[in-house]
């Protein structure tokens, strides 16, 4: 076999191998999204002090939102967002407000499981957004 026989075929193998590479390493799945089950999937944020604690109190109000609509937490957000193209609300405003007010009273308990300042904090942010849907949009209903 001549020498640039077998550089290509070295190129060959070495190509195989880095497609096998990346299929194992999940290539086939790179660009599909995976939405999480809102009522399974905890509401994780590592942030800390006192922004990440209200950015976990968001968060898990929308998963107990979205739980108790049906939906994934995306498509929930994305319905507050006319020019956001996505699926036609199903909801009416009773309906999503009385969603929201329950994720944020599970938020509230998540938070207030917290110690002291997460009890402070859940229930300061429960009177706050004792009408979710109005706060959300920016008092224009």
């Known amino acids: 076999m001549t020498r640039p026989v077998r550089v ?4 060959l193998v070495a190509v195989a191998v880095f497609i096998v590479a990346e299929i194992a390493a999940g290539a086939l799945d790179f660009g599909e999204t995976r939405i999480a089950d809102a009522c399974t999937t ?5 942030g800390g002090g006192i922004d990440g604690a209200i ?7 929308i998963s107990g939102a979205a739980c108790e609509l049906d939906t994934s ?5 994305l319905s507050f967002v006319p020019s956001a193209n996505a699926s036609a609300v199903r909801w009416d405003k009773e309906t999503i407000n ?8 599970q938020a509230a308990e998540d938070t207030a499981g917290e ?6 904090l859940g229930g300061l942010l429960k009177e706050i957004l004792a009408d979710p849907l109005a706060w959300i949009l920016g008092q224009s209903l």
């Open 55 to 61: 950015q976990r109190f968001a968060l898990s109000a």
């Open 73 to 77: 937490r995306e498509e929930l957000v």
């Open 8 to 11: 290509l075929a070295a190129l």
């Open 42 to 46: 905890e509401a994780n944020f590592e």
């Open 115 to 120: 110690g002291l300042a997460g009890a402070v």
């Open 98 to 105: 009385r969603a929201l007010r329950a994720g944020v009273e």
